[in-house]
Structures are given as C-alpha cells and as structure tokens.
C-alpha cells in the first residue's frame, strides 16, 4: 500500500528526530540563517566597532597619558583623573551639572506628566496646535536654539524690553552676564527644550493606559489626582524611565548650548565638563586630560542610564 506524502507529512518527516535526537534539516536551515543574518549585520557592527570602540578604548588608553596632540606623549597614570577630581574648576562643573539636572531632567518631566495628565485623554480644542508647538524645539537644531535664546537674553533684548515697558527697571538684568543668574537662565532654556519631548512621551503612554482602570478607580471613589497617582503614574513607568535617561545624560553632556551663550563664563559660572573637555583637547592641548573628562562623563551618563533601569525594572 504506497501512502501518499501530503505537505503536512513531508514536514513532519522533516523535523522528525534522528537517532540521536536531533532534526534532519532544521539544525542545518537554523545555522545558513544565522550566517544569514550574520552577513547583514556585519558591516554595521564593523562601522560601530570602528567609529565608538576603537575611539573608546583609545581615549581610555589617551587617559593615561599627559600629551599635546604633537610631540611625544608621557606616561602618567592616574593623574588626569585625580586632576579632575582635586581641581576646584574641573569638580565645580560636576556641581554646575547638578544644577541643570533640575532644569534639563527634573522639571520638564514634571511639566510633561502634568499636561498628559491635562491632555492625555480628552479631546480638547486645540490640543494639537498645542503639543505641535511645544514640541517645535525637538525638531530644531540645539545651536538654532542656543542663538535664538541668546538673543533674547540680551541686554536690548524682548526681556528685557518687556520688563522696561511694563516700570520694572529694577529686574532688567544681564542674564548670561551675571555670575548668579547665568546658570539658571541656562537652565531655563532646557527646560523649554525638553518639554515637548516629555509631554508627546507622557501623552502617549496614557493613551495606551486601558479605560478599565480609570473606570474602576473612578467607581472607588477616586478623585482626579488619586488616579493619577494610582493609575497614570504606574502606566507610565517605562516613559519616566526613558525620559529620565535622555535627560539626564543630556544634561551631564550639556557642551554646545553652554559654548554658544556663555562659553562657560562668566568665570567660571557655566563650565561643564564637556566645555572643559572642549578646552582641554583644542584651546590649550592637554589630550590626555580631555581625554580623561571624556571617560568619567561616559562613566557617569553609563552609572546613570543603568541605575534608572535597575530601578525602573524592580518597580515593574
């Protein structure tokens, strides 16, 4: 009796375990795809290799040197980075960064989950136009906006104008000239910079937050601000985790907003350490001192990225 072979059992019979436990064909068909696959990624991987690893592992190796980029280099050891961490300039930028953590991180997080709380899910006239428009800043470039606010922060500039027009003479301030506004004045344009990113985050994952739990806080009694607190905040712990990511690391590696308006005067009120990184490695060559501010930045922007995600993971 000749049994007919419909696909089904020329499948079976291809996946049917050998004496030794193992397919026929499907073993050899899962590695030609890996190697597939492999060949894809390859060029990626090698470009990835190049420009980030090899350029990491010889600013880490660059770290350890005291260089000016031309004649021969001498080997020091640790001592760029105990320079980092004793000289009041270089440690002051790690204050200084703090500070913009409130303005880069803090605030517009807090700003973003409150107009998701607002926006996120109500139809409300003009709610559009008015995520487009707070959103505008992440779709131009961090030198257009370092020029726009600078100008506005003037001296003749529509701040201070408006504050003459309206008899408050004694508020006009040189805002990027003073040694105590200049930071926060920084800061402030962060915070514009980096609410719009927030909000169209935090706007979106309530969106995806199911109508059932709204409704059955909403039967318990709850008033608006309990289930943002029962509801929204846990629905958008992976959004807070991200966003705290991006600006945290933004703000440790805050460089060209910095060298645009102050070039991290006055004094040294707004040096960061990528701004000394800059100074370091161009204006007065030490290559191995810049170098070794750029591997305890990326320490730093690394410690921070993991520790939000650990953290993120054990609420979950």
Request: glycine share 10%; charged share 15%.
């Amino acid at each position: 009796m000749v049994t007919e072979v419909t696909p089904r059992l020329a499948a079976e019979r291809a996946t049917t375990p050998t004496r030794r436990g193992r397919p026929r064909r499907r073993v050899g068909v899962s590695r030609r795809y890996r190697w597939v696959g492999l060949a894809f990624v390859a060029p990626g991987l090698l470009l990835y290799g190049f420009v980030v690893l090899f350029s990491l592992f010889r600013s880490v190796s660059y770290s350890f040197y005291k260089w000016d980029g031309i004649t021969k280099a001498t080997w020091v050891g640790v001592q760029n980075y105990t320079t980092f961490f004793t000289d009041p300039v270089l440690l002051g930028s790690l204050g200084h960064v703090l500070v913009l953590v409130v303005f880069f991180a803090v605030l517009p997080i807090l700003l973003g989950l409150m107009s998701a709380a607002m926006l996120g899910r109500r139809q409300r006239p003009g709610a559009g136009f008015f995520r487009w428009v707070l959103f505008l800043p992440q779709v131009i470039t961090s030198v257009v906006i370092a020029i726009i606010w600078k100008r506005i922060y003037s001296p003749n500039g529509p701040i201070n104008a408006s504050l003459r027009a309206a008899g408050l003479d004694r508020l006009v301030h040189n805002w990027l000239g003073d040694f105590n506004l200049a930071l926060p004045a920084l800061g402030v344009i962060g915070t514009w910079a980096g609410f719009g990113f927030c909000m169209v985050l935090f706007t979106a994952g309530v969106a995806a937050i199911p109508n059932e739990l709204y409704e059955a806080a909403e039967m318990d009694g709850a008033g608006a601000f309990r289930r943002f607190l029962a509801v929204t905040l846990p629905g958008l712990r992976a959004q807070l985790s991200v966003a705290l990511v991006l600006t945290v690391t933004a703000a440790l590696r805050t460089f060209d907003l910095v060298w645009i308006t102050t070039h991290g005067g006055p004094g040294t009120s707004t040096m960061t350490p990528a701004a000394l990184l800059y100074k370091a490695a161009f204006q007065n060559p030490q290559v191995g001192l810049a170098s070794a501010i750029g591997v305890i930045v990326a320490v730093l922007c690394l410690a921070v990225a993991l520790l939000i995600t650990r953290v993120s993971e054990r609420g979950s």
